[in-house]
């Protein structure tokens, strides 16, 4: 069974992956991207092998600790120290890997709406446990928007045993 921090970083990784950024009309020409196996709107781009080049671009730049799924899911299975624990860093190697590998975006995470799902349970078990608060999930990514000046950290450390056996929501403080 996976800690909550790692189904949160996996949530996390995955809803990235989910986003949506642009579409594109079948009179459009679109970038050729890994997975893309034909020319204009004739075949659709391979969702996994896009996957697969973007995990293996933030490997190159190196953060091991973004994995593949065996349903070809992308997540960050634990917490690490050193580089690969650096925000800045990850940020800065997503920028570069979601440049070489420009369908990411529009890569379908497999059983999102269960991210959005779980999200929306554990944000019900804070409030229940004296976080009322607390905002809901983004519905189009699974993410939890805590304005800064909203967030209690006192209250945000009381829920987290109460709620530990839920999978917990990625989210951002502030942004």
């Known amino acids: 069974m996976r800690s909550r921090t790692e189904r949160a970083l996996m949530m996390a990784a995955a809803v990235t992956a989910a ?12 970038p050729k991207v890994a997975g893309d196996h034909g020319e204009g709107s004739s075949k659709p ?66 059983g999102f709406q269960k991210f959005v799902d779980e999200a929306r349970a554990w944000v019900a078990c804070a409030r229940k446990n004296g976080y009322a608060d607390l905002p809901d999930p ?16 006192a209250k945000w450390a009381a829920v987290q045993q109460p709620c530990s056996k839920l999978p917990g929501p990625s989210f951002t403080i502030g942004q």
């Open 19 to 30: 986003l949506v950024m642009s579409g594109c009309s079948a009179q459009d020409s679109a």
């Open 45 to 110: 781009q391979d969702d996994n092998a896009v996957r697969r080049a973007w995990v293996t671009c933030m490997h190159e730049q190196g953060q091991n600790q973004v994995q593949q799924d065996k349903d070809g899911n992308i997540f960050t299975p634990a917490a690490k120290t050193g580089a690969e624990a650096s925000t800045a860093a990850y940020e800065a190697a997503v920028k570069v890997c979601d440049a070489k590998n420009p369908g990411i975006h529009q890569a379908k995470a497999k």
């Open 138 to 153: 983004d519905p189009k990514t699974a993410v939890l928007h805590i304005p800064k000046q909203s967030f209690d950290q």
